[in-house]
Nanobody, 124 residues
Framework: QVQLVESGGGLVQAGGSLRLSCQAS????????MGWFRRAPGKEREFVSG????????FYADSVKGRFTISRDNAKNTVYLQMNSLKPEDTAVYSC?????????????????WGQGTQVTVSS
């Protein structure tokens, strides 16, 4: 089992920045591709970003490309999501995911493990 705990959410004004963190425990972190999803009130869950096991490959949803950056520190068992130029439509609960195979499975949300999420609220 892999346990995922997110932190770093909060309330920010439009145009501001937040950095989310996801601390993993339980199994070898570097064996898992990681990613972020979000769910806004009344909307479907949405893929945000993914990163390969090594961190060399990253991918993003079009809605956040150029504003969000995903990264990981395998020595700290942590994945990050730096969110800049935030918009009110970015308001959602952001959840961290881990998957042994990664790639398309991350994009499709077919992930082995999910965190509980952290709330991000962007005011206009």
């Amino acid at each position: 089992q892999v346990q995922l705990v997110e932190s770093g959410g909060g309330l920010v004004q439009a145009g501001g920045s937040l950095r989310l963190s996801c601390q993993a425990s339980g199994r070898t972190f570097s064996n898992y591709a990681m990613g972020w999803f979000r769910r806004a009130p009344g909307k479907e869950r949405e893929f945000v970003s993914g990163i390969s096991r090594s961190g060399l490959s990253t991918f993003y949803a079009d809605s956040v490309k150029g504003r969000f950056t995903i990264s990981r520190d395998n020595a700290k068992n942590t994945v990050y999501l730096q969110m800049n130029s935030l918009k009110p439509e970015d308001t959602a609960v952001y959840s961290c995911v881990a998957d042994y195979f990664g790639g398309i499975r991350i994009r499709k949300g077919e992930c082995d493990y999910w965190g509980q999420g952290t709330q991000v609220t962007v005011s206009s």
